[in-house]
């Protein structure tokens, strides 16, 4: 019996030494480096925390991200296993055993804003996420719009700091043809942004979907202020602009021509291939089947999800490809089309001579214009309450505008009627 409890009490140690995050004896894990530069305090703070409850067994870790809140800080690391110190690490192309976000108050104490801790052991382990796609998964580009299956095809060892996930290039240009997507990043599932990476080109992002469990990450955009911890993105909302021609930074890097840009997309396959709209990737292969038909690198992929417009991406979120495709129709847009047809020839057109129907049109154009701009508007930071007054003053107006028509049409058709 004294045998069977010590054996009880060898395996209970070694299942604590497993679940523990075990940094090698003697070392404590520290701050490297920061993509952009921290301060000192922040630096100590974060010291601090990895000496007593770091999140993963890497020695080294590095700031990739920092924001000042209301009363709090949001930083983003990853925790890294390098040769030493100064060796280099780039976010696209390099291992990290861990990283997420955490909370740093104004009393140094920092507390974690990643899913991925676990009670009660405090453990901080990698999230199994949710793997293979689906047709539900929109891919990152302009919608009805074709991208470049990039040369390098399927990259990375699944080690990018969350279980399994790969990434390809998806490519762009003016020169790629009247039907290339623009240079905007589009969502490609509903998501929550739960880790950032930005350096003084690019910012990269990682999604989360808290009820599939899927993870996307979107990397070599431009700063835009959407690019933040915990914001929401819709399926096929405007993520951001991508970065044009040639960069190196520790966020990301390519090798393109100046009128060229991609946007290097990550994701979780399951048995070797992963899904997005109606193509399948083999892993094994690297090629993409789209509804029967093969794609390579090197070659044409048509779809996208997202619902924005060139327009939107120049004006409101950096600087885009001119001259490329506008915005296929969708669905909604037919739908709404059919319901004004519908109202201009069962009710509009049945009313007593007045000027032409074709108004509806016109108002709906003028709605159309009137989102796009509070859209970009609220991308850029600027107050929109005066914006808003004016909405609501052309509202009334229109209102009111139109309920004199309807009580002038009334009299008339009384009249006509001879009822008074």
């Given at each position: 019996?004294?045998?069977?409890?010590?054996?009880?009490?060898?395996?209970?140690?070694?299942?604590?030494?497993?679940?523990?995050?075990?940094?090698?004896?003697?070392?404590?894990?520290?701050?490297?480096?920061?993509?952009?530069?921290?301060?000192?305090?922040?630096?100590?703070?974060?010291?601090?925390?990895?000496?007593?409850?770091?999140?993963s067994?890497?020695?080294?870790y590095?700031?990739?991200?920092?924001?000042?809140?209301?009363?709090?800080?949001?930083?983003?690391?990853?925790?890294?296993?390098?040769?030493?110190?100064?060796?280099a690490?780039?976010?696209?192309?390099?291992?990290?055993?861990?990283?997420g976000?955490?909370?740093?108050?104004?009393?140094?104490?920092?507390?974690?804003?990643?899913?991925?801790?676990?009670?009660?052991?405090?453990?901080?382990?990698?999230?199994?996420?949710?793997a293979?796609?689906?047709?539900?998964?929109?891919?990152p580009?302009?919608?009805?719009?074709?991208?470049?299956?990039?040369?390098?095809?399927?990259?990375?060892d699944?080690?990018?700091?969350?279980?399994?996930?790969?990434?390809?290039?998806?490519v762009?240009?003016?020169?790629?043809?009247?039907?290339?997507?623009?240079?905007?990043?589009?969502?490609?599932?509903?998501?929550?942004?739960?880790?950032?990476?930005?350096?003084?080109?690019?910012?990269?992002?990682?999604?989360?979907n808290?009820?599939?469990?899927?993870?996307?990450?979107?990397a070599?955009?431009?700063?835009?202020?959407?690019?933040?911890?915990?914001?929401?993105?819709?399926?096929?909302?405007?993520?951001?602009?991508?970065?044009?021609?040639s960069?190196?930074?520790?966020?990301?890097?390519?090798?393109?021509?100046?009128?060229?840009w991609?946007?290097?997309?990550?994701?979780?396959?399951?048995?070797?291939?992963?899904?997005?709209e109606?193509?399948?990737?083999?892993?094994?292969?690297?090629?993409w089947?789209?509804?029967?038909?093969?794609?390579?690198?090197?070659?044409?992929?048509?779809?996208?999800?997202?619902?924005?417009?060139?327009?939107?991406?120049?004006?409101?979120?950096?600087?885009?490809?001119?001259?490329?495709?506008?915005?296929?129709?969708?669905?909604?847009?037919?739908?709404?089309?059919g319901?004004?047809?519908m109202?201009?020839?069962?009710?509009?057109e049945?009313?007593?001579?007045?000027?032409?129907?074709?108004?509806?049109?016109?108002?709906?154009?003028?709605?159309?214009?009137?989102?796009?701009?509070?859209?970009?508007?609220?991308?850029?930071?600027?107050?929109?309450?005066?914006?808003?007054?004016?909405?609501?003053?052309?509202?009334?107006?229109?209102?009111?505008?139109?309920?004199?028509?309807?009580?002038?049409?009334?009299?008339?058709?009384?009249?006509?009627?001879?009822?008074?």
């Amino acid at each position: 019996m004294k045998k069977f409890f010590n054996v009880l009490f060898i395996v209970w140690i070694l299942s604590l030494s497993l679940a523990m995050p075990a940094v090698a004896q003697g070392e404590t894990p520290y701050i490297i480096r920061s993509t952009k530069p921290i301060s000192d305090e922040l630096r100590a703070q974060l010291d601090a925390w990895l000496a007593i409850d770091a999140p993963s067994s890497a020695h080294y870790y590095i700031v990739t991200y920092w924001k000042q809140k209301l009363g709090y800080m949001v930083v983003s690391l990853v925790g890294v296993d390098l040769a030493s110190p100064d060796a280099a690490w780039t976010f696209t192309e390099d291992p990290s055993a861990w990283m997420g976000t955490v909370k740093v108050l104004a009393d140094g104490s920092v507390s974690p804003l990643s899913v991925a801790m676990q009670a009660p052991l405090k453990v901080w382990a990698i999230p199994k996420l949710a793997a293979g796609g689906g047709s539900y998964v929109a891919f990152p580009w302009q919608a009805g719009t074709a991208v470049m299956y990039g040369p390098r095809g399927v990259h990375g060892d699944g080690d990018y700091g969350t279980s399994g996930l790969v990434a390809v290039d998806l490519v762009s240009g003016t020169d790629l043809g009247p039907s290339a997507a623009n240079d905007g990043v589009y969502a490609s599932d509903v998501g929550t942004v739960d880790y950032v990476c930005e350096d003084a080109l690019t910012v990269a992002v990682r999604t989360h979907n808290e009820t599939t469990g899927d993870y996307f990450v979107y990397a070599h955009m431009l700063a835009n202020d959407n690019l933040d911890y915990d914001v929401n993105f819709a399926r096929g909302e405007l993520m951001g602009s991508l970065k044009h021609g040639s960069f190196n930074d520790t966020c990301g890097w390519a090798e393109q021509a100046p009128n060229h840009w991609h946007v290097h997309w990550m994701f979780e396959p399951a048995s070797g291939s992963f899904r997005a709209e109606d193509c399948r990737l083999t892993v094994s292969t690297e090629k993409w089947d789209c509804s029967g038909k093969t794609v390579g690198t090197g070659q044409s992929i048509y779809g996208g999800g997202g619902f924005g417009s060139a327009s939107q991406s120049a004006s409101g979120l950096g600087t885009a490809g001119s001259g490329i495709a506008d915005t296929q129709a969708t669905f909604w847009d037919y739908l709404l089309g059919g319901m004004i047809f519908m109202f201009d020839k069962l009710f509009v057109e049945q009313l007593p001579e007045h000027t032409s129907a074709k108004f509806v049109y016109v108002m709906y154009n003028a709605v159309e214009i009137v989102f796009r701009l509070s859209r970009v508007l609220v991308y850029q930071s600027i107050n929109i309450a005066p914006l808003v007054d004016a909405i609501k003053f052309v509202i009334g107006l229109n209102l009111a505008m139109s309920g004199i028509h309807i009580i002038i049409w009334c009299i008339r058709t009384f009249k006509a009627l001879k009822l008074i």
